[in-house]
């Protein structure tokens, strides 16, 4: 079982950032692939960013590209989404995700671990 917890988002204006973490309790934090999604309302839960379980690897949704990184740090169980140059379309609930599949999954169907979720609001 993989307990996730996110936090760190908020209220920004455009052009600002937010860092957000997302604390496993796991005790092989990285036999996991570890994903961050999003949704915002009246829209499906999309892919934003995925790492692999060394960090060696990342994919990003192209939306974010070049202005979100995804990164972890194994020894504290836990995943961050570094969130620069925000708009107001990045306004969503963002959701932490877990995943034991070998590659890097961008589908959420495919975690089978999700935290609450944090809100994210950029305003205009």
């Known amino acids: 079982q993989v307990q996730l917890v996110e936090s760190g988002g908020g209220l920004v204006q455009t052009g600002g950032s937010l860092r957000l973490s997302c604390a496993a309790s796991?005790?092989?934090?990285?036999?996991?692939?570890m994903g961050w999604f999003r949704q915002a309302p009246g829209k499906e839960r999309e892919f934003v960013a995925v790492?692999?379980?060394?960090?060696?690897?990342?994919r990003y949704a192209d939306s974010v590209k070049g202005r979100f990184t995804i990164s972890r740090d194994n020894a504290k169980n836990t995943v961050y989404l570094q969130m620069n140059s925000l708009k107001p379309e990045d306004t969503a609930v963002y959701y932490c995700?877990?995943?034991?599949?070998?590659?890097?999954?961008?589908?959420?169907?495919?975690?089978?671990?999700w935290g609450q979720g944090t809100q994210v609001t950029v305003s205009s």
């Open positions: 995700a877990a995943t034991g599949a070998v590659v890097v999954a961008t589908t959420p169907t495919l975690y089978n671990y």
């Open positions: 790492i692999n379980r060394s960090g060696g690897i990342t």
């Open positions: 796991v005790r092989t934090f990285t036999s996991y692939v």
